[in-house]
C-alpha cells in the first residue's frame, strides 16, 4: 500500500504546483491514500470550504491543518455541516486533535480505500512555541486504543524538531508514520524506524521557494531589520511541492519505506 503525504500547501502558488503533479504522482506510484495538509491553502493563512472541495476534487482523500485552523471561520461553519459518523468531505478535513474540548471539528478521521483498506488519519499540533493546545503525547496515547485500522497516519503540526523527533520515537510501532509539518522547510531525515513507524521531521511546503517560508521576502525582512508590523503576503515565485511517499503493510501497518518528493515547474 502506497500513502502519498503532501506538506503544507502555501496560497495559490502552492496550490497550482500541487494541481500540477498530485495527478501523475498518484498514477506513477499507485497512490492508495493522499492526505494533504492544507492550512495555508487560504493566501498562506488558514483555509476555506471551497478550497477544500478544490483539493478533494483533486484525489486528497483526508485534509490536515494545524495552528491556523481557525483563520477563516467559514470553516466552523463546513466543520459542523456533516454529522461525526458521516464520511462526507467535511468530515474529512481535521483540526488538531489536542485542542480543547467541546471546539468544532474533529481531530481523527476512520476511512477505507477504494480496495478496502482501513486507515486512520490522526491531526496533532505540538506544545513548544505552539498555543493553545493540550499535551499531544498524552492526546494521542488516548486516541490509538479506539482506532481499529493498522494504517494510522499522524500529522504532527510542531514548530520544535526536538518535539517532533520525540514523537516519532514514542509512536514507533504503534502508527504508520509520523509526518512532520508546520515548518515548511523540508529535512532529510526520512526513514523507517525500528518498530516500522515511517517518519520525517518536516514534509517541507508545498508553495514558493523564492520567498522566507512561503511569504514575500522584503516584507519579512522590514519586520527582521525594523521591528515594526506589516502584513504579509503569500510569495509566488519557484513553486515547488513537497511530499512523502510511504510504503506499507496493510495487513500489518507496519512501514516498509519512505521516499521525500521535491516537484517543481
Same mark, same amino acid.
Given at each position: 500500500?502506497?500513502?502519498?503525504? /503532501?506538506?503544507? /500547501? ?136 479506539? /482506532?481499529? &485500522? ?20 514514542? !509512536? ?6 509520523? !509526518? ?12 523507517? !524506524? ?18 522566507? /517560508? ?19 503576503? &503569500? ?27 521535491? !516537484?517543481?515547474?
Amino acid at each position: 500500500m502506497n500513502i502519498l503525504f /503532501i506538506g503544507d /500547501i502555501f496560497g495559490s502558488a502552492g496550490r497550482r504546483i500541487v494541481r500540477e503533479h498530485i495527478g501523475h504522482v498518484r498514477q506513477a506510484h499507485a497512490v492508495d491514500l493522499v492526505v494533504i495538509n492544507a492550512e495555508n491553502a487560504a493566501g498562506g493563512f488558514g483555509l476555506t470550504p471551497q478550497l477544500a472541495e478544490d483539493l478533494f476534487d483533486l484525489g486528497a482523500d483526508v485534509l490536515t491543518t494545524g495552528n491556523h485552523v481557525w483563520d477563516k471561520r467559514e470553516l466552523i461553519d463546513y466543520f459542523n455541516s456533516a454529522p461525526a459518523d458521516s464520511h462526507e468531505r467535511p468530515r474529512r478535513v481535521l483540526r488538531p486533535a489536542n485542542l480543547q474540548p467541546g471546539l468544532a471539528g474533529h481531530g481523527v478521521y476512520e476511512g477505507t480505500t477504494v480496495s478496502g483498506v482501513e486507515y486512520a488519519v490522526i491531526d496533532l499540533q505540538g506544545c513548544v512555541f505552539m498555543n493553545t493546545t493540550n499535551d499531544p503525547f498524552h492526546a494521542v496515547n488516548a486516541i490509538l486504543p479506539g /482506532i481499529k &485500522a493498522k494504517v494510522i497516519v499522524v500529522d504532527f503540526h510542531a514548530e520544535a524538531t526536538s518535539e517532533k523527533v520525540a514523537m516519532g520515537w514514542y !509512536l514507533d510501532g504503534r502508527v504508520t508514520a509520523v !509526518l512532520g509539518t508546520h515548518t515548511h522547510i523540508p529535512t532529510a531525515d526520512q526513514r523507517v !524506524l525500528p518498530g516500522g513507524t515511517a517518519y520525517q521531521t518536516d514534509v517541507g511546503m508545498s508553495g514558493p521557494y523564492d520567498s522566507i /517560508i512561503g511569504v514575500e521576502k522584503e516584507l519579512v525582512l522590514h519586520r527582521f531589520l525594523t521591528g515594526m508590523p506589516g502584513k504579509f503576503e &503569500a510569495a509566488k515565485g519557484n513553486p515547488k511541492m513537497c511530499a512523502a511517499l510511504v510504503g506499507c503493510d496493510p495487513l500489518t501497518g507496519r512501514a516498509t519505506a519512505i521516499q521525500h518528493i521535491m !516537484l517543481g515547474e
